[in-house]
């Protein structure tokens, strides 16, 4: 392939060489002696997608062995085993003698090779019996593997062939009765599928989201035959019941209504209060003579932010700067931003606490890094320790990983405790002394249901520190709080201490998709400035912000008391946030069905339950946990939520009984 | 929505395979997102193209492959084109898995007829291509010789195309309602593969849903007041002002550019944008190599400076070799389009007299 060559040397394709993260280097023959050394020490963490890589890819890492070092293949088998990446290149260092095919004997010996973990060889027929009896058999009749036979070799070798969740999901969607005449009635079922769960991104395969997951279909099947669900599975509180708060939709509706029909319409008087025209005028003028239909600054319009940072100022008692908010699609999207300009290589890791939201775990998935958990203590309210976070970064960096930012979520989801001041240090601290940028999801703040505790931000806390180099980034959002604006998605993320040339890059992202909605954008504002007392619409909103947060505050007691009294479920209090977070006791046996069928303790509960109950919640493993601990997450929205622990009751005696 | 597809194109739709998204742009990112598996996946874009392609394709560590139109034959598609870049793909080693059209074309604004999309149907149909069919500004046709027709009608017409994996896009941002801001916008996926929707299915929750106005206002862009309705008369009235506008804007516009010397423009038969070429002095050239810069981003910034008016030049979108030019609306209103042109006359002059 490259007419230079000599008979004797062994080259990477280049397309390998960014994937490998290397540095280009070129060697004369007559430095070929101690090669590996240097080859090794060359190795090097690199952004995979930087535009360098063009160029890069017309250079060539020569390397003269017989074969290529097993570092190198080793180093691509990982990547594809977090990532679903790099078969092509694995293929290319595999097929060294580049005949365009590997003896299976070859590929057998490179497996043996990279299962030997710390001196234990792990048996490659325990690891993946089927794959490696496949490989045997080629062997055996002596079936060369092209490049096409390496690809469907490793997506059975890893597992995504067999991949039961995924099948799983695909089973309720294709018969989800709601989706109408199935998913579709025009293809046929031997269809000619190009992009098929072979070919398609493994990264998004690999990704799971536990929270629309395969119970929630369920349940959505269930419903569509005519049962009665009790959804308590996701925050997203109108859903349940819960009613917007009158004040900010008709601010809201006054700001999109044309003036003559709005706010300078004769008689608006008579539908709306006179605060809330002022305060819809006031908005207009923000918004400008374009109107809510135009794009808008891709960071948000310049006003609200500014309310947003005069908020941020009125709480902590430090500056905040419009030019450091982002106004985004929910928090959700922010997260999202964040992570994508963080994770360069595929040894980039993000620190999550476990258990987590999981959209940290999702999102890291789908960009192809990799995860690292700090455990929360449950005996101790879902306590952090410096310990456990150093303990886990030691180990992190053992791996090789490169450690880029922790996320931290205050109040927490789906653990619902309040972090103590002193918590919250040990993650500043700890995120400060090694150069870790802190991402604090604080969607929950104003979820404060003991009347001693207090909501304090990452920032408040890291400027009261005097922690001068933490790089911080906060979120927060309208989908909860006491307003539940979820469909609004509405949301922001503050920059605290970010690399001017790293949020220039933030800001060319958010460019690509031009702009938040725009009705989001408002309602993250209205959000941070209700109305206040001598203001005609303060009695109002005083009484349905009230409603709602005694509502959340008895039903949050009272429901983790219920859960208590079951005998074999344990909860800790639900200070904050929306959620219950019990740890529940079941048999052995129930243990091994789950493995049988090739699912989660959890999600075999969670289906029980819904089966026997009709309610929805989401199993504990989607959000990580301590190992051998079974659970779920269920929401206190519901007005109906108490009344539900009896049914929680009934269901975990008869499934105690049913596996002992 | 799915109403809506099955009356335009005269073929069922499924609303199961209908994504709600904010804005088409987030639908895009959704499909290539689940498209690209590996650096040496290639996505075929036009050239030039809307920049969210190149900027999305460049972001997921893909490469693109662009294919030209033809700005002499109205920014036409040729088979012989798109089968030489495939070609050179593939010699390449890389691994094509989908193609782009945009039509109404953006930058270029041209129409694509039924031979057009049958042209690229069938090729991608024959490839195993998946055919990403950007058609955000299929209200927007103002010469009366072309008429919107979909992708998906095409494809379902022609035998050749049986197998063709489809995927079209539709936006609130364009159209006559210009509702950019509530980022609203649907994908439409034919004929993709079962286990790959419920995998963008999986996709779309980990983001929850998208915008509720969005959705709403995508609803109600496609099923406006009918007659006899109270609200037809100043429905119509208000659409019919904006269409004619438009088309009149896009006349004078693309005329008016025609009519500078040195500058040459293709019809705006669609979409919101004139973008013409321009003939620049050599000196003008070496003063943008000398500045590090593409000679369209020195006459753009000139042009910014001497009259105040923002364009993009036309790097941006990808062009032919040796090509200058920029793209322009014409949403400003009329008057301020008209004075443009005499603004645009002006600086090119000035300009071309700097450098002579």
Not at chain 1, 182 to 211: I, K
Request: one cysteine or more; proline letters at 5%.
């Amino acid at each position: 392939r490259y007419p230079n060559a000599t008979s004797n040397s062994t080259y990477i394709h280049s397309s390998a060489v960014p994937l490998l993260g290397l540095r280009v280097a070129y060697y004369s023959p007559s430095t070929s002696t101690g090669l590996t050394g240097r080859y090794k020490e060359q190795l090097h963490r690199y952004n995979t997608r930087s535009s360098t890589f063009a160029s890069l890819a017309d250079q060539v890492q020569e390397v003269n062995a017989p074969k290529p070092p097993l570092d190198v293949g080793k180093q691509l088998w990982e990547f594809y085993l977090s990532t679903g990446r790099g078969a092509n290149a694995l293929f290319e260092v595999l097929d060294y003698k580049e005949e365009g095919y590997i003896e299976p004997e070859y590929l057998m010996d490179f497996v043996m090779d990279v299962l030997k973990i710390d001196g234990d060889q792990i048996d490659p027929n325990e690891a993946f019996p089927y794959a490696w009896g496949r490989l045997t058999q080629r062997a055996e009749r002596g079936e060369v593997l092209y490049s096409r036979d390496l690809k469907q070799w490793l997506v059975a070798a890893t597992k995504m062939s067999a991949d039961t969740k995924n099948s799983r999901i695909l089973e309720y969607f294709q018969n989800h009765s709601m989706t109408g005449d199935q998913y579709t009635s025009d293809a046929e079922d031997e269809g000619v599928f190009t992009w098929n769960e072979e070919t398609m991104s493994q990264s998004l395969r690999r990704m799971q989201y536990a929270v629309r997951g395969e119970v929630v279909m369920r349940a959505d099947q269930l419903a569509a035959e005519g049962r009665d669900i009790l959804y308590t599975n996701i925050g997203n509180p109108h859903q349940v019941g819960q009613q917007p708060v009158t004040y900010y939709r008709q601010i809201l509706a006054l700001c999109d209504l044309p003036a003559e029909a709005g706010v300078d319409n004769p008689k608006v008087y008579e539908l709306f209060p006179r605060d809330v025209v002022e305060r819809a005028k006031e908005y207009r003028e923000i918004i400008g003579p374009s109107g809510t239909g135009a794009y808008t600054h891709s960071q948000g319009m310049l006003g609200l932010r500014k309310h947003i940072s005069e908020y941020i100022e009125n709480r902590d008692g430090y500056p905040a700067y419009p030019g450091n908010i982002f106004l985004t699609n929910g928090a959700s999207t922010a997260i999202s931003m964040v992570l994508q300009g963080l994770l360069a290589s595929n040894d980039d890791a993000i620190m999550i606490p476990i258990p987590q939201y999981p959209i940290y775990s999702a999102l890291i998935a789908k960009l192809g890094g990799r995860q690292v958990g700090y455990d929360l203590n449950e005996n101790l309210n879902w306590a952090v320790s410096r310990e456990e976070l150093e303990g886990k970064l030691a180990r992190a960096k053992k791996e090789g990983l490169d450690v880029r930012a922790l996320a931290m979520i205050n109040p927490g989801n789906p653990s619902g405790n309040i972090m103590s001041h002193c918590d919250i240090q040990t993650i500043t601290s700890f995120c400060a002394d090694h150069g870790i940028v802190l991402l604090s999801d604080e969607v929950y703040q104003t979820n404060i249901y003991p009347d001693d505790a207090e909501f304090v931000s990452a920032k408040k806390v890291a400027l009261d520190q005097g922690l001068k180099n933490l790089q911080l980034v906060s979120f927060h959002s309208t989908s909860k709080g006491l307003i539940g604006e979820c469909g609004r998605r509405g949301g922001y993320m503050e920059l605290h201490h970010i690399d001017p040339y790293v949020q220039a890059q933030l800001y060319k992202l958010a460019s690509a998709d031009l702009c938040a909605g725009v009705a989001g954008q408002i309602m993250t504002s209205l959000m941070l400035r209700p109305p206040v007392p001598g203001d005609e619409s303060y009695e109002l909103f005083r009484k349905e912000n009230d409603a709602i947060f005694n509502g959340l505050k008895e039903r949050s007691q009272k429901l983790v008391e219920g859960l208590n009294k079951i005998p074999g479920i344990t909860c800790v209090p639900a200070e904050g946030a929306m959620y219950a977070f019990p740890r529940v006791e079941i048999p052995e046996k129930a243990i091994e069905k789950a493995k049988e069928m090739g699912t989660t303790p959890d999600n075999l509960y969670a289906l029980s339950l819904l089966d026997e109950t009709g309610i929805c919640v989401v199993p504990a493993s989607g959000f990580g946990q301590a190992k051998g601990r079974v659970g779920f997450r269920t929401t206190f929205l519901h007005p109906d939520t108490v009344k539900a622990v009896d049914l929680f009751a009934k269901h975990h005696e008869k499934f105690t009984k049913e596996y002992s | 929505i799915a109403d809506y597809i099955a009356e335009r194109d005269g073929h069922p739709a499924y609303p199961a395979n209908i994504f709600l998204t904010n804005g088409a742009s987030a639908a895009i990112e959704m499909v290539l997102t689940g498209l690209i598996s590996d650096d040496r996946d290639a996505i075929m874009i036009p050239i030039p193209q809307y920049p969210i392609y190149s900027a999305l394709i460049g972001r997921l560590g893909a490469r693109q492959v662009g294919y030209y139109l033809d700005e002499e034959n109205g920014w036409a598609v040729s088979e012989e084109e798109l089968q030489s870049q495939w070609d050179a793909a593939k010699a390449e080693g890389l691994n094509v898995k989908a193609l782009a059209l945009i039509n109404p074309g953006n930058p270029t604004g041209q129409v694509l007829d039924r031979k057009d999309l049958e042209v690229i149907c069938r090729f991608c149909a024959k490839n195993g291509i998946v055919l990403l069919a950007d058609e955000v500004y299929q209200r927007n046709i103002y010469v009366d010789s072309k008429k919107f027709i979909s992708t998906k009608k095409v494809a379902l017409e022609d035998p050749q195309c049986e197998n063709l994996q489809l995927i079209s896009f539709h936006s609130t941002s364009k159209g006559f309602i210009g509702e950019c801001g509530r980022r609203g916008g649907y994908m439409e996926l034919h004929h993709i593969d079962p286990y790959v929707q419920t995998q963008l299915y999986k996709l779309a929750s980990s983001g929850l849903c998208s915008g509720v106005a969005g959705q709403i206002m995508c609803s109600l862009m496609l099923k406006p007041p009918q007659p006899g309705g109270e609200s037809y008369d100043l429905f119509m009235k208000e659409e019919g002002e904006i269409y004619e506008s438009l088309k009149r804007r896009a006349k004078i516009l693309v005329d008016g550019l025609n009519s500078i010397d040195g500058i040459e423009c293709n019809e705006s038969e669609g979409a919101m944008y004139a973008f013409p070429r321009l003939d620049l002095p050599e000196k003008a050239l070496e003063a943008a190599a000398a500045n590090g810069q593409s000679p369209d981003t020195l006459y753009a910034l000139s042009l910014l400076e001497e009259t105040g008016i923002c364009v993009v030049p036309a790097s941006g979108f990808g062009q032919k070799a040796g090509r200058i030019g920029f793209r322009t609306t014409f949403l400003p209103p009329e008057d301020v389009v008209i004075k443009a042109v005499d603004e645009f006359k002006r600086h090119h002059e000035m300009f071309c007299e700097k450098y002579a």
